[in-house]
Structures are given as C-alpha cells and as structure tokens.
C-alpha cells in the first residue's frame, strides 16, 4: 500500500474530541471574550494548555449553550454557577427552588408590565382626546413626583 492510497482509506474524518478556544467558541456561536469571561466567572474550566494551544473539551460547546439559553431565561450568572454545581451534585430539589423562584419573578415582571401597559395606553388616549390648548396627558402625568 502506497502513502496515497492510505490516506485516501479514510472515508471520514473523525470528529474531534477538543476544541481550541476559537473553534469552541464559533461551535457555541460566542465571541472568544465571551468564553473568556466565563472561564473568569467560572462557569467555564480553563484547561491545561498543550503547546501553545488550549484545548476544550467538545462538551463544553453544550455548557455554553446552557449558560447562554439560562441567561435569556432571566437567570444571573451567579444563578447559572449554582445551577451548575447542583448538577454536578444531582441535586434537583435545589435546582426545582431556583428555577420556581425565578418563574415567581418573571410572573411579577409580567404583571408589572401589564399594569404598566393599561397606564400607557389610558395615557395615550388621554392625549388623543386632548384639546391642543391642554398641557398633554403624557408630558405632564410624566412630570409629577
């Protein structure tokens, strides 16, 4: 067998087992800062380097995408930290109380903003139904202390 063909016997290529920090982080679709400030807070292990090189393991490619989807949920960095030793620990009625806690909050944003939208929207009428004489509605409600 000729050096050719032995490299032509390779139907695919393997897929790899650790990622540099640029690849890691263009896999979990984050800037290499990103990666970097969660290696900073954390959230992150820094592996040793091998070379010149770092290499992360391919699963962190999933950690950064759960660190990512638990931010657009609302959840702190710190809370996602915790979050992350509790799995590490399989301790799912502590992470039960941190997710419930984080719904009773979300729930008081969205009744706040209900309520916030009913007093734009009586303020905008106001305003539409106001002579152009009148101070508007919307100015002035904003004005008082």
Do not use: W
């Not at 016997?9 to 790899?16: G, R, W, Y």
């Not at 706040?112 to 919307?138: F, G, M, W, Y």
């Amino acid at each position: 067998m000729t050096k050719k063909s032995s490299r032509n016997s390779v139907a695919h290529p393997q897929t790899p087992r650790s990622l540099t920090i640029g690849r890691l982080a263009g896999a979990a679709q984050v800037n290499i800062e990103t990666v970097r400030y969660y290696q900073s807070r954390g959230l992150i292990p820094i592996p040793p380097a091998k070379g010149t090189f770092r290499h992360y393991p391919i699963e962190t490619v999933d950690r950064i995408r759960f660190i990512k989807r638990s931010q657009e949920l609302g959840f702190t960095l710190a809370e996602i930290g915790e979050l992350l030793l509790l799995d590490e620990s399989r301790d799912r009625k502590t992470i039960r109380a941190i997710a419930s806690n984080k719904l009773t909050q979300i729930e008081q944003k969205l009744t706040d903003l209900s309520r916030l939208q009913e007093t734009l929207q009586h303020l905008v009428k106001q305003c539409h139904n106001a002579s152009s004489h009148q101070p508007c509605p919307i100015i002035a409600s904003l004005s008082i202390k």
